[in-house]
């Protein structure tokens, strides 16, 4: 009974473990959460060696030395590569819209005074100063805002 009480928590038996030291520990309940938590480590350290041991098998016969997993084992893994290639395309999905929403973000903050503008401004609504990124009309380079002449080229802005 304590192994279906605790055995199945997951990792709330790390924090019930974690809980337990701040009970008195001659406790009945706390000494069975002990015991509970003790053999629950015990059986993932003998899991974590019979896969050890397995891995260790295939490497030295091969996966058709275990017909009866082999197909198991290889449905398995090209199941973790769509599930794999799902989640990298969700990752790159979320990338982009954060910084598509970044972008808009920064589209309408002012470059002079930063102030948060309504999208589709064209002049700052706190001081004037034109939206937009700011680009020498001879040679593309950054402008700062109210830049009279490119840095890079020296051509003269329009106003």
Sequence with gaps: MANDLFGNLG??????????SFMPQDDPAVKMIN?????????????DIYVEIGRKAVAQYGLEAFPEYADKLRLIQSNLQAATSELDSQKAEHEAREKAAADAAAAA????CGYDNPEGTRFCQECGAKMGAQNCVSCGAPLQPGTRFCGECGTRQPE
Excluded: H, M, Y
């Design 109 to 112: 903050r002012c470059p002079s």
């Design 35 to 47: 015991a509970q938590t003790q053999v629950s480590d015990l059986k993932k350290q003998e899991a």
């Design 11 to 20: 990792n709330l038996g790390g924090i019930v473990k974690g809980l337990s």
